[in-house]
């Protein structure tokens, strides 16, 4: 896997609860280990601080927890509901405190909240936090019934970004259903474009002490998979890339 410096790949889901950020967790310890520069935020957190607390656990030589999360709000509601009363930023603040944390090192994992569409703020969304900052796209998408769906209108919604292609990691649940053995098959044909990763059940404490470590290793080729495939650019951060060198040069 070729890294530039300051390259940025967004973990999103098909809605919340999906397994986000085990897997961002598992990327960057995965990175990490393999003596990568590599650091995780995620920006917004509301309910709890717990995802950004996990991430941050595995850097936090290197970034204080607000750095990895900034916009924090108690209630268990999407960002906008939460800061009904103010103080949220605006998309242009938290681009640059993203950019801004990933000059500091060759690959940095966003994790997002929630799907494509939850409101960040008065006038964005994720999907519009993504395009602003042009980066790759993983998508996490728990493997049971309903995730189809779920999984074709995300890749809908970033096809209309334009960006086409997509990694997408099926999350193993720890009861699958009946079409948790259909489901991948199914996914590929519909959306041919698109790359499909399917990930194993880790236990349900996966990002436990005791086991996370087990876990890392034990998805190894797995993870190093969806980074191989994720780190390519799409056709989206090309076109977002030339566009900035066009604005420079003008």
């Known amino acids: ?140 998408s728990r493997n049971e019934l309903g995730t189809i769906n779920h999984t074709l209108l995300t890749l809908l919604g970033l096809e209309g970004m334009g960006i086409g292609r997509a990694t997408v990691v099926m999350m193993d649940v720890e009861r699958p259903d009946e079409s948790a053995a259909a489901n991948l098959g199914v996914l590929v044909k519909m959306a041919p474009k698109s790359a499909f990763v399917r990930a194993l059940f880790l236990g349900r404490k996966p990002l436990g002490r005791n086991r996370f470590k087990k876990s890392v290793t034990f998805l190894k080729k797995t993870l190093a998979r969806i980074l191989e495939l994720a780190i390519v650019t799409p056709s989206f951060e090309r076109a977002v890339l030339k566009r900035a060198v066009d604005e420079d040069k003008g």
Request: net charge positive; aromatic share 4%.
């Open 1 to 140: 896997m070729n890294a530039k410096r300051g390259r940025m790949v967004f973990v999103t889901g098909t809605g919340t609860g999906v397994g986000k950020t085990v897997l961002t967790a598992l990327l960057l310890a995965h990175l990490r280990s393999e003596g990568k520069n590599a650091l995780a935020v995620k920006p917004f957190c509301s309910g709890g601080r717990g995802d950004a607390e996990a991430l941050w656990r595995l850097e936090k030589e290197c970034l204080t927890l607000e750095e990895v999360n900034p916009f924090y709000f108690d209630k268990p509601v999407a960002p906008l509901a939460a800061a009904r009363g103010g103080g949220l930023p605006s998309l242009k603040e938290v681009v640059k405190h993203v950019k801004r944390i990933a000059a500091r090192c060759d690959i940095l994992l966003i994790e997002g909240s929630g799907g494509l569409l939850v409101p960040l703020g008065e006038d964005y969304t994720v999907a519009d936090l993504i395009g602003a900052l042009g980066c790759a796209v993983i998508v996490a």
